[in-house]
């Protein structure tokens, strides 16, 4: 159906002047959701267990037609602590059962704590989980944990192995940073390898391991040296991506036409790097080293953290995870009863001109889609904007694409290299631009002074037209003391040639957003206190001088995804 728009006023009010003039759509009923007042920043698709503090995904995998995720998770509290390893099911990625807890301290090797981790599947398709224990010395030390019963479809009950812990601090390390192995890949020796985070020295890095039984490592050395100052190296990921393919590669895939992702995560974010893997030298010699400026490669430039991506061999494609944390206080957290949440699994592969990943929200999220409206072809007149009507705006998914004509009256950044961030944190969406800000205004209260903006900014750096992105939170919320930063990435697309796409999932509590068909993506949490439920808007807007035009727009309620508890919780055991 066609969508219905209407011109306002005053959409920022800070002085801009916006045209009064209404659009000539059809009129489409609102098909609002109810208000959550008791809890109105819990998601209705995005994954969340019922209550308590989570935080990484672990372990992900695809296992006789069942989806895995398990999940660092305080089953006792809404903050950080007790930490276990959380067990849900799932079908198609959207739709959840939550298990027992597979994963939980038993032991001298995990008596402090069960840490992040991995999931390999060995010969024969037997999972194999690798996490890190806090030991009775308060070392990290690395586990190994299989499946009682590979009969029991949902894989309910895990055993630890009789050698744990199979991986220790190796000399020279600090014992409280060497966590989070990966997931293993085997070489064409039939040995296995994984990586395991550590900070040598002061600098981040990822150990190699070889096994030939999964049981016996040994240490190889650090797979790359890294030249940046990176802190620790948290959940490290390694995976080889396709290279002119749709389609991904199995994690021990070492083709000729791959190359491999090396990700860490420090700094608050998760950054990735580009290379090729030598399985005899066990070397890999990378295009790029890590960037800590938002300049660099990233796999999302706002909240975004500890990701994990495996392969899923039914579809041919690998799914990345991130978990999205609050940005609220830890006495807010307690309020809520709840901390934490999983991004929208994403799919991930190499671009076309081979210099970064792209990601894309997995199909199966268009499931969850209702009652579409669209538009087609329309302009945006510099200082106008449009409100977005017949869809739920606390819950929604939109797709815009937007052309530029006027490229020539693009503003230029005298710099040679400049962070991204700091642009956008100068050029925020209220401040009026030429050729931007262009874009979305999410979860918009009635009387416009909440809202979450991303947007756009054409400028032009070394004679050659870029495309900023950003996400503005600066207004999302009247109330205080919350993470309002204003998040800002470049996107690789030329606006001569191509048209600037955004999508934008909103939820609630989050907004992920993806730029350039997925080339840069970009994660907000705001805590609106007037834009709840019912009373939030939603907008397309131009607060820059040229006009731009929305060439299609297309948006969508989005209905809960379905996360059941499980009916009986099973008593720990105290024993391996």
């Known amino acids: 159906m066609k969508l219905f728009l209407i011109y306002v006023v005053g959409l920022f009010c800070a002085g801009v002047g916006y045209g009064a003039e209404v659009g000539d759509f059809d009129h489409v009923q609102r098909n609002l959701q109810s208000d959550s007042t008791d809890q109105p920043y819990r998601t209705g698709y995005h994954f969340q267990p019922p209550r308590n503090w989570m935080n990484d995904p672990n372990g992900p995998f695809y296992h006789n037609g069942v989806y895995h995720l398990f999940y660092q998770y305080n089953p006792y509290g809404a903050v950080w602590g007790n930490i276990v390893w959380a067990h849900s099911v799932s079908y198609d990625l959207i739709n959840w059962v939550n298990l027992e807890d597979a994963i939980y301290p038993t032991g001298p090797f995990d008596v402090n704590g069960c840490w992040s981790g991995s999931a390999t599947l060995l010969p024969g398709g037997k999972p194999a989980i690798f996490y890190t224990g806090i030991d009775v010395k308060n070392r990290q030390v690395q586990n190994l944990a299989m499946p009682k019963n590979t009969s029991d479809p949902l894989l309910r009950e895990w055993v630890k192995s009789t050698h744990n812990p199979l991986i220790t601090p190796p000399y020279g390390t600090d014992p409280n940073f060497f966590r989070d192995p990966t997931t293993a890949w085997q070489g064409e020796d039939k040995a296995w390898r994984l990586l ?34 990176t802190d620790m190296w948290e959940c490290p990921d390694f995976y080889p991506v396709g290279i002119n393919s749709m389609n991904a590669v199995e994690t021990s895939d070492q083709g000729e036409w791959t190359k491999h992702v090396l990700k860490a995560s420090f700094n608050s974010h998760d950054y990735y790097i580009l290379g090729n893997y030598d399985m005899k030298t066990d070397r890999f010699s990378v295009e790029n080293d890590f960037t800590v400026s938002s300049s660099g490669l990233r796999y999302d430039y706002g909240k975004f953290y500890a990701s994990k991506t495996f392969y899923d061999s039914a579809k041919e494609r690998r799914i990345l995870w991130g978990w999205i944390n609050e940005s609220d206080s830890k006495s807010s957290d307690i309020k809520k009863g709840w901390s934490g949440l999983q991004s929208i699994p994403r799919n991930v592969l190499l671009s076309k ?211 059941a508890p499980i009916s009986k919780r099973r008593k720990r055991k105290t024993s391996n």
């Open 353 to 563: 001109s081979g210099k970064q990943l792209v990601q894309w929200p997995i199909k199966e999220t268009e499931k969850l889609r209702a009652k579409e409206v669209t538009a087609l072809s329309k302009d945006l007149k510099g200082g106008s904007a449009v409100e977005v009507l017949g869809i739920t705006a606390a819950q929604a998914d939109i797709e815009v694409s937007f052309e530029t004509t006027d490229l020539a009256k693009a503003e230029t950044i005298d710099h040679n290299s400049v962070d991204p961030q700091l642009l956008c944190s100068s050029k925020t969406a209220s401040v009026r631009g030429k050729l931007g800000p262009f874009g979305l205004l999410a979860l918009v209260s009635e009387d416009l002074k909440e809202q979450t903006a991303i947007y756009f900014h054409v400028l032009k750096k070394n004679g050659k037209f870029v495309v900023l992105m950003c996400s503005d939170q600066s207004r999302s919320s009247l109330m205080g003391g919350l993470d309002k930063t204003t998040y800002g990435g470049f996107v690789d697309i030329d606006p001569r040639h191509e048209k600037i796409s955004l999508r934008s999932l909103i939820d609630h509590s989050i907004v992920e957003s993806f730029g350039g068909k997925g080339k840069t993506c970009i994660t907000a949490r705001v805590y609106p206190s007037l834009a709840i439920g019912n009373k939030a808007h939603l907008y397309v807007f131009n607060n820059g001088t040229v006009g731009v035009k929305i060439s299609r727009l297309s948006a969508w309620s989005m209905k809960n995804a379905r996360i």
């Open 196 to 229: 395991v985070g550590s900070q040598i020295k002061g600098r981040g890095t990822a150990i190699l391991y070889k096994s030939k039984d999964f049981v016996s490592w040994s240490m190889i050395g650090s797979l790359f040296n890294s030249l940046a100052e």
